[in-house]
């Protein structure tokens, strides 16, 4: 009886022990601060790129509408049928 009172106890604190090692070891890696990034991004050079990407973007719609206001006249060229 008291051979398995004391194996009781020895699996009691040995599994106590496997959950405060891995408690233990999956609380630093998510806190470790990470090396050469600051914690927040610097909000002038993320401006900088917005502006960037939109400017981009207004170039590539004015492409667009020239294209499209130049094949609109070509279809409705083609679209209308010949009279006699």
């Given at each position: 009886?008291?051979?398995?009172?004391v194996l009781r106890w020895s699996l009691l604190?040995?599994?106590?022990?496997?959950v405060l090692c891995m408690l233990g070891l999956y609380s630093t890696?998510?806190?470790?601060?990470?090396a050469?990034?600051?914690p927040f991004a610097n909000s002038v050079e993320?401006?900088?790129e917005i502006t960037q990407?939109?400017?981009?973007i207004k170039?590539?719609?004015k492409?667009?509408?020239?294209?499209?206001?130049?094949?609109?006249?070509?279809q409705a060229e083609v679209s209308e049928p010949r009279r006699r």
């Open positions: 009886m008291k051979r398995i009172c604190a040995a599994a106590n022990a496997a890696g998510g806190a470790a601060p990470q050469g990034q600051p993320q401006r900088a990407e939109l400017r981009e170039e590539l719609l492409e667009q509408n020239t294209l499209l206001r130049g094949g609109a006249t070509k």
